[in-house]
Nanobody, 114 residues
Framework: QVQLVESGGGLAQAGGSLTLFCAAS????????MGWYRQAPGKQRESVAV??????VYADSVKGRFTISRNNAKNTVTLQMNSLKPDDTAVYYC?????????WGQGTQVTVSS
């Protein structure tokens, strides 16, 4: 069973930076996609950034501001968020995909004040 534990997040001012961390345990390899999703109040959960086998995909809204990275030896995924905007305020979830199943962390709140 895959388990994901997030840390980081919190409160930042617009233009500031935050870093999110996700530690995965269980049968996860570099060929399994891992990523970050977010859900703002009243909105659907959306993909922010995904990484798989060294390849990355970003939502248009975060391109150039957010960077996803992965340490396969430690089974960790990091999301570096720069130039934060109030619209980035949401609960951020770490995700992993394995054999058609999606696994989720508990979520961490990110709040950006203007």
């Amino acid at each position: 069973q895959v388990q994901l534990v997030e840390s980081g997040g919190g409160l930042a001012q617009a233009g500031g930076s935050l870093t999110l961390f996700c530690a995965a345990s269980g049968p996860i390899s570099s060929s399994n996609a891992m990523g970050w999703y977010r859900q703002a109040p009243g909105k659907q959960r959306e993909s922010v950034a995904v990484i798989r086998s060294g390849m990355t995909v970003y939502a248009d809204s975060v391109k150039g501001r957010f960077t996803i990275s992965r340490n396969n030896a430690k089974n960790t995924v990091t999301l570096q968020m720069n130039s934060l905007k109030p619209d980035d305020t949401a609960v951020y979830y770490c995700s992993a995909q394995r054999f058609g199943s999606n696994y989720w962390g508990q979520g961490t709140q990110v709040t950006v004040s203007s």
